[in-house]
């Protein structure tokens, strides 16, 4: 099939840091590479450097504030479909499947895809109106897309979508350059880490949910028994004083560094000895896949996605979520056994490769696409 395919993609909020928005935005390259032609709405105002770069990547991007969307926004998405004639509605998110699904309908545009994400199923889990909402709408798709197995159950029994409209395809992540050999001493100069720190990384939103605050505890407990180690945390988040006014009253805050947003993640993942996922609750997360590429050795909460991606002392160490004891043990242990961790994260890098690579999570949305616009071309010839 010639691939000059329009699709508009729909999504509640281009916010940067997310790991949702970070899938589309790698989807959206891909499949502008391989000749489809998409345009971008986000339904709330997106932040503008995230944007900014898409629209350098030849994207259309159209973006709305709450009160544009609610007086006027949906018609004018309604008049957008209309015109441009998209053959395919995408959508991520809750809002954005409710409003892709009715107006793509409405339209008649010919195929419509949603999404249910992992982190709205372990994490942010839906209100009784949202349920009702899905399940109400859900057949207005023509398949959903979902980025884990724990999403299919949920969607199954909670949501009422039928198996075979669900499409299980995994988040992609691009695979580190094998060739280069970072400079090492020149990174922790830049971020002041003596050379003999042990440097543990964390990457994701200063959440509640992410765990920060168990983290510290158990940085504090582990430090008592090697004080090597030393904290890279990496992203933005409304707990950012909490957390720092946390780390000074633990008498840890020399030991650590909040680096704050990092658009590129290269130097952290290179600078990075361990990584550590700390959350109460996950999707499927992007950062852990990302640190099992770069051959990190990982500890982990036990929690959503995590239980598909880590195999307990194979590719990773799990841990019970919030529980900073366990968390310290599991940190000092990994730290005192050089071996037994660069094996772990070798292990991590073989079993992400071959699963969880951009361009095969590319191709499945590309396949799908194919296969529904055939499936419909089919019955007109």
Known sequence: MKKTIKILFIIDSLRRGGGTQKVLVQLLVGLKQRGYLPTVVSLTKGDHILIRDLKKKGMEVIDYNRLSLILFGVVKIFLLILREKFEIIQSFLFYSNVIGRILGRLAQAPVIVSSVRGFQVEGLKMKGWQIWLENLTN??????????????EFCINELGIIPEKLEVIYNGIELPPSSEKPDIFKQREK??????????????????EKGHTYLLNALK???????????????????????VHQARELEIKQNLKF???????????????????PSLSEGMPNAV??????????VASAVGGVLE????????????????????????K???????????????RFSVIGKYNLDIMVDSYSNLYDQLLGQIYSLYH
């Open 191 to 208: 971020f002041g880490i003596g050379k003999d720190k042990i440097i543990l990384g964390t990457v994701g939103r200063l959440t509640v």
């Open 221 to 243: 407990i582990a430090l008592k028994s090697d004080p090597r180690l030393y904290l890279l945390i990496v992203g933005e988040g409304k707990l950012m004083k909490n957390l």
């Open 309 to 332: 991606l880590i195999e307990h002392q194979v590719t990773g160490i799990l841990i019970p979520p919030g529980d900073p004891e366990k968390l310290a043990e599991a940190l000092t």
């Open 289 to 298: 896949m990302e640190a099992m590429a770069w051959g990190k050795p990982i």
């Open 259 to 277: 680096t704050g947003y990092q658009e590129d993640m290269r130097p952290i993942y290179e600078l990075i000895d361990i990584f550590v996922l």
């Open 139 to 152: 057949r207005l798709s023509d398949k959903v897309t979902i980025n884990t197995k724990l999403a299919k």
């Open 334 to 348: 990994i730290a005192r056994n050089i071996e037994w961790a660069n094996q772990i994260g070798q292990n991590a």
